[in-house]
């Protein structure tokens, strides 16, 4: 089994798949690890959709401006954000406190309640920053387990959100931060370049 360095390091963008669909197991576990991911005061706002039908995949591959392997891959995962769930900030807030094993300072605590009791009363547009960090936090969890289960991946932030949330009916209060292709890789693609450890960290 790899360890969670080992699936980083052989995380690649896959944008060729096989035909091989995956098993109900599969897909729970891979939804099981973005369930499980860390959000701002445990809100959760991740909301996902699994795309399995051919004629919806034409479609999301013509939204996401012809790519190929949006329409191939055995299933597309849309990693939506649910700008109403953070209207329940304050209660997840006092569940925080109330639970005792989480211990805060007195300043802490006192910004931490005006922070939530701002995001119930931010309006949607407000929202969509703390909206896209823990989506994508849960996304990369997702993108994680999928290389430990031999499948690959490939985030999708090109594509036309109006039309997608058309193909899929959702409400104005649900974004679509990223599609996610998924399936077995018919292909190996070499790692990127990546910078060096020098150039991206310092000591103080």
């Known amino acids: 089994m790899l360890n969670v ?3 980083i390091q052989n995380r690649r963008s896959i944008r060729k798949f096989k035909a091989t669909p995956l098993s109900e ?32 995949k034409k479609k999301l591959r013509k939204a996401s401006f012809d790519q190929k392997f949006v329409e191939d891959a055995p299933i597309v995962i849309i990693c939506c954000g649910d700008l ?3 209207k329940n900030t304050r209660e997840h807030f006092e569940e925080i406190t109330r639970r005792g094993d989480v211990r805060l300072s007195i300043e802490c ?7 939530s009791q701002k995001a119930v009363n931010a309006e949607m ?29 490939c985030w999708v932030r ?12 959702l409400p104005s209060h649900i974004i679509v931060v990223a599609l996610l292709p998924l399936g077995v890789p018919d292909e190996k693609p070499l790692p990127r370049p990546r910078l060096p450890r020098s150039s991206i960290y310092h000591f103080q």
């Open 109 to 115: 605590e006192r910004a931490l309640r005006e922070r």
């Open 158 to 169: 090109l594509f036309d959100e109006k039309t997608v949330k058309q193909i899929l009916d």
């Open 5 to 7: 360095l080992e699936a």
């Open 84 to 86: 109403s769930s953070w």
């Open 125 to 153: 547009k407000e929202r969509l920053p703390s909206t896209l960090l823990n989506v994508s936090i849960a996304i990369e969890h997702i993108v994680l387990e999928a290389v430990e289960l031999g499948l690959g991946s």
């Open 25 to 56: 197991h599969q897909i729970e576990s891979l939804i099981e690890a973005g369930r499980l991911a860390p959000s701002g005061c445990n809100v959760q706002p991740w909301r996902f959709i699994v795309v399995k039908d051919k004629e919806k």
